[in-house]
C-alpha cells in the first residue's frame, strides 16, 4: 500500500469515524483499512478517543447537573428559613405582643371579681377571656390618688391605702385559646390581716386611667 495513499486515507478517516464522507469515499476508506493495518490502527484509536471523550462529556453534564441540583436545594432551603424566620417574627411581634386589658372591651365586670375566705386571704378569680391572661401587673395608690411609679414622685408611700391590678392579654388568640376560655382560674393576692392599710382593690384600667373597685374592707 503507498504512503500517498494512506495519507489521503488518513485524511478521510476523521469523516469516515463520524459517518460524513460520502459513499465513495466510505467505500475507498473501508477497502483501504481492510489491506493497511497502519491506518486500521490509526481508527481504532480514533474510535477510542471518540468513546472516551463522549464518556467525560457524561461525566461533566452530570457533575453540572448536580451542582445546579445542590445550588437549587441550597436556594430553596434558605426560602423556606427565611419564610419560618419571617412567619415567626410576626408571630411575635403580632399574635403573641400584649396588651392591657381594657376593662370594659373585654367585659372584665364579669370575669373578675375578688373575694375574701375565712383566712383573710384574698383571691383574685377569672374566668372566660380573663382567664387567658398570663401576667397580673400590680400598682399601689396612696391616700391623695397618686400611683407607685419611677415617673409619679408625688407617690406617698407611707399613705397606701389602694391596691390596684392589670390584666394583661394577647392580641390574637389561637384556637387552644379558644378551647379553654370558659374555664375559671383564682389566684392569691394577700391576706387582708396582714395589709391593714389596704382599704380596697381595684382594677386599674391604665388605657382610660380608671379604676374599678373589685374590693373594699368593711
Known amino acids: ?3 500517498n495513499n494512506c495519507e489521503l486515507i488518513k485524511d478521510l478517516l476523521p469523516l469516515y469515524a463520524d459517518e460524513v464522507c460520502s459513499e465513495e469515499s466510505r467505500k475507498a476508506v473501508a477497502e483501504h483499512i481492510s ?3 497502519n491506518c486500521r490502527k490509526e481508527l481504532e484509536k480514533m474510535g477510542q478517543n471518540l468513546a472516551i471523550g463522549a464518556d467525560k462529556d457524561i461525566k461533566i453534564i452530570k457533575r453540572i447537573k448536580r451542582r445546579v441540583w445542590i445550588e437549587r436545594a441550597v436556594i430553596a432551603g434558605i426560602v423556606v428559613l427565611t419564610a419560618f424566620t ?3 417574627a410576626f408571630k411575635m411581634a403580632v399574635l403573641d405582643s400584649i396588651s392591657p386589658m381594657d376593662y370594659e372591651e373585654h367585659n372584665l365586670a364579669e370575669n373578675i371579681w375578688v373575694e375574701v375566705d375565712e383566712n383573710g386571704d384574698l383571691w383574685l378569680h377569672k374566668k372566660g377571656i380573663a382567664s387567658q391572661s398570663a401576667n397580673i401587673f400590680p400598682t ?3 391616700a391623695n390618688g397618686n400611683y407607685m411609679g419611677y ?3 408625688e407617690f406617698d408611700r ?3 391605702d389602694g391596691y390596684g391590678l392589670t390584666l394583661d392579654y394577647r392580641k390574637v388568640l389561637d384556637f387552644s385559646d379558644i378551647e379553654i376560655a370558659t374555664q375559671e382560674e383564682k389566684t392569691k393576692l394577700f391576706n387582708i390581716n396582714k395589709k391593714e392599710n389596704i382599704n380596697e382593690v381595684f382594677y386599674y384600667d ?3 386611667n380608671k379604676e374599678y373597685t373589685l374590693w373594699e374592707r368593711d
Open 158 to 160: 407611707d399613705a397606701v
Open 140 to 142: 399601689l395608690r396612696d
Open 206 to 208: 391604665e388605657e382610660e
Open 86 to 88: 419571617g412567619l415567626f
Open 1 to 3: 500500500m503507498s504512503k
Open 35 to 37: 489491506q493497511c493495518d
Open 151 to 153: 415617673d409619679n414622685p
